[in-house]
């Protein structure tokens, strides 16, 4: 009996020592396997942050590439001196915030640099540090090309002419067609154009005129009345006129008018040509336009 007993409790010891190999086999394997994780953990975040490092350093790249903002200019309080071919106008020149914006600005022929510039001028930073102003006088020549140049060469406006400058712009303008199916002819009617100043504010022409060509042939010339719509032509109100038109020809509605201070000017509103009797088709058309001194 004490053999068996003897026996029994090696057995038991033997077992309770293979449990604890066991156990601490499972532990060992586990701490492998939460190493392993744990491995493969950091280098799945060192993976993740060298991309997103890259991602970074890309976007700054493209950012550094990104075109500069270029400030905005406008023109306020435009005045023409006929007499002595001059314009004064406020110009107005605002950057983007925080933007580092130069307080000198040429007036140059197209394509000429600011270092050439027929005219210089030295803006007043306003006291928000973005925006910077002045009166300015200059000559206006009507033939001549413009660019608004800052001191690094920052191109503000580029224009064929000084136009975009004067006191009137254009905003709005055309007219509607009716066809005469049974005399298979067009009436022309619901004349209309409307201005702003250069500052974008509602202005008004005076002594307004629209003209039709017929292939740059004048056919038709009606003066603005007080009504809307209706013109005075040849001594007479009409609200519409007709026009005989072949397949080919070409048809262009001009206004012509003049500032509050005399200029005078002549704007292409719209060019069509005429596909068939009935159907009109628009041409591209540039608005500038003709613009000359009072007699």
């Not at 519409?240 to 000017?265: I, K, N, Q, V």
């Amino acid at each position: 009996m004490r053999f068996l007993r003897g026996h029994a409790l090696a057995v038991l010891a033997l077992l309770a020592a293979l449990c604890a190999l066991t156990a601490a086999a499972l532990q060992q394997r586990t701490i492998h396997a939460l190493n392993a994780q744990l491995t493969e953990s950091r280098q799945a975040n060192e993976s993740l942050t060298e991309r997103m490092e890259t991602a970074e350093a890309s976007l700054e790249d493209a950012k550094n590439h990104l075109p500069k903002p270029v400030p905005a200019v406008r023109f306020e309080q435009v005045r023409v001196d006929t007499a002595g071919r001059m314009l004064t106008m406020d110009v107005i020149v605002e950057g983007a915030e925080g933007a580092e914006l130069s307080d000198s600005l040429g007036f140059c022929h197209p394509g000429e640099p600011y270092n050439l510039a027929w005219n210089w001028v030295h803006l007043q930073r306003q006291a928000d540090g973005r925006t910077l102003s002045k009166t300015v006088t200059v000559p206006l020549d009507l033939e001549a090309g413009l660019e608004l140049r800052l001191a690094d060469d920052t191109v503000l406006l580029r224009s064929d002419s000084m136009a975009p400058l004067l006191p009137l712009q254009l905003s709005g303008g055309g007219i509607s067609w009716h066809c005469d199916s049974r005399e298979e002819m067009l009436s022309q009617c619901d004349w209309y154009a409307s201005f702003l100043d250069p500052s974008g504010q509602e202005t008004e022409a005076v002594n307004g005129a629209f003209h039709v060509y017929r292939n740059g042939e004048l056919v038709f010339t009606g003066r603005e009345t007080e009504k809307r719509y209706v013109l005075e032509a040849d001594g007479e109100r009409v609200d519409a006129m007709r026009f005989a038109c072949a397949p080919g020809d070409h048809m262009l509605l001009t206004y012509t008018c003049e500032d509050a201070f005399g200029l005078r000017y002549e704007f292409p509103i719209k060019e069509q040509v005429a596909l068939a009797w009935d159907d009109m088709r628009n041409c591209p058309l540039s608005h500038t336009p003709t613009v000359t001194w009072p007699e």
